[in-house]
């Protein structure tokens, strides 16, 4: 990680002193790396499915692999191999998170799919024509693969009825897979309309299929400037 | 050795000008001999014996020389390993079959090496082989189809599953499952080198699309900016494409519409501005180290079960190498 000291303590008085925050810029990095691990983790996540699911030629691998013997000790073999991506998943975000900002992990906000709990508020803040964008973090500590989990998101309210239609609303990945003892990021994105009044708008999260777990969301609109 | 087994493996005689003289151009050029190099350690690593991985190592690398052959034609490249692609010297049918040639001959090598292992350990070897090239085809088809169709709503996510296909399987994980799969003859747990594989060689290919767009000509080998007159879909030109905003989205699909020959010097300075512009070198860059910092991790639950030994740290090595030659 690149370290930037602006020696003289001046550079933090400009108008564009967000732009030089290290702190700052060293998060937005960790963003995209983040994204990319993640990326890359379900690609390869989607390959080891598809063999459990299909089998012979069309998984991809060979006979030799334990998704195509089908038997109980490939099961567990493919177990380890999940137990292991999640050990290193979180030997990675452990360390990233350190090198970032060199103290404990932030508080994401946080959906826990096995103990239905939650934590946090999910907070997003554009001004008006601008992208809102932020990251929730779906937990599954239990021994069960719990499928594919979708979240959906409600309209977005201002105290005085001004509306951020639910479809406006999109997450990446759309679809996420939760394997046993694994967590995965969902970014939110919320596209802020030109004519959108300034305001605080709120709604809240939810996991289709997780009926008791939920997030309260909250989009900061400043006044544009 | 590579270079020399392959040229040997490769027929003499007639027509030597328009088939024999036009294969053996590309094995001739200095190359990484990348995939022989994983798939030798591999193998060692896991306890066989040099002899018997050298056909397969040979076998992939001929394989490789063939679809670079054929992705030159597809691509209408120009330069491959600092000289003139063979479409370029032989013209488009002597190039095509050249191709082909190469491709047989992999195969004859392949049958060669795997008479030295038991019946069932080869026809493991066989299916790898097979799996490998059909995945490869794959990815080739789909980005084709991406070019032929004009997509332009692709996200990075979308260009992470094409190198899947495309570059990885056939580069890293083929390589690393069919040595360790001799090596161990055929015991070795296969799904880690799958997430090795594939992390390491994600990196490494993303790195070569940054080469072609900042790197140097004399040292890259290939034309720079190469992909961007081609209008391949790397992952910097995905992140614009998705980023660029008003007359530079116009601007954006008009070049993406064009053909090879149709894409002026200044419309591709213009493109490699833009990804300056909004980011897409810096985004690429971070993206790919956010799959490489893992690949350490995944190498040693990979080689968990191998022999220690210079094989090994040859292949723990090759991330810190990617990593030291990034920025």
Known sequence: MVSRDFGDGAVGEAPWASVFDPDANLRAVGEVQARGFRAASEVVDRFIRLAGNTGGANAGLSSSEPEQTGNKQARESMGRDVDRLVSSWESLMGQLVQSLRGSPAPGFPTLDLTITDAHGVLSLQAVPGGRACSEVWLHNGGPKDLGEVKLRCSDLLRHDGGVVAAHTVRFEPGVVAMPARTSRGVCVEVDVADELSAGVYRGTLLAHGHPDVWLPVLLDVPTAS | ?327
């Open chain 2, 1 to 327: 050795m590579i270079r020399r087994s392959m040229l040997d493996v490769i027929p003499d005689g007639e027509p030597v000008q328009w088939l024999y003289e036009p294969m053996r151009a590309y094995p001739s050029r200095p190359g990484k001999s990348l995939r022989p190099a994983l798939c030798l350690s591999a193998g060692r690593a896991f306890g066989a014996n040099r002899d018997d991985m050298l056909g397969v190592a040979v076998a992939i690398e001929l394989l490789h020389n063939a679809f670079l052959v054929h992705d030159d034609i597809a691509d209408g490249s120009e330069m491959r390993r600092g000289r003139p692609t063979l479409a370029a010297t032989y013209g488009l049918a002597a190039a095509l079959n050249a191709g082909d040639g190469l491709a047989i001959v992999a195969g004859q090598a392949l049958r060669r090496a795997t008479r030295r292992l038991d019946r069932d350990l080869a026809d493991l070897v066989w299916g790898e082989f097979d799996t490998m090239a059909m995945r490869t085809l794959e990815g080739q088809a789909t980005e084709v189809g991406w070019l032929l169709d004009n997509v332009e709503d692709l996200r990075p996510e979308d260009y992470l599953n094409l190198i899947m296909h495309k570059t990885c399987w056939y580069t890293t994980i083929h390589p690393l499952r069919v040595g360790a799969i001799v090596g161990s003859r055929g015991t070795v747990e296969l799904g880690p080198m799958v997430r090795f594989g594939f992390h390491f060689g994600a990196a490494f290919q993303i790195r070569d699309d940054l080469l072609n767009l900042v790197g140097d000509e004399r040292v890259y080998g290939k034309e720079i900016l190469g992909d961007l007159y081609e209008g391949k879909r790397t992952l910097p030109l995905v992140h614009l494409m998705a980023t660029a905003q008003g007359e530079d989205r116009a601007l954006m699909r008009d070049y993406l519409r064009l053909k090879r020959s149709e894409r002026s010097v200044e419309l591709v300075h213009t493109i490699r501005a833009l990804m300056d512009d909004y980011g897409s070198i810096t985004f690429t860059r971070e993206y790919a180290e956010g799959i490489l910092l893992v690949a350490e991790e995944y190498f040693e639950q990979a080689f968990v079960d191998a022999q220690p030994g210079p094989e090994l740290d040859f292949l723990r090595a090759l991330v810190p190498y990617v990593w030291s030659r990034w920025r």
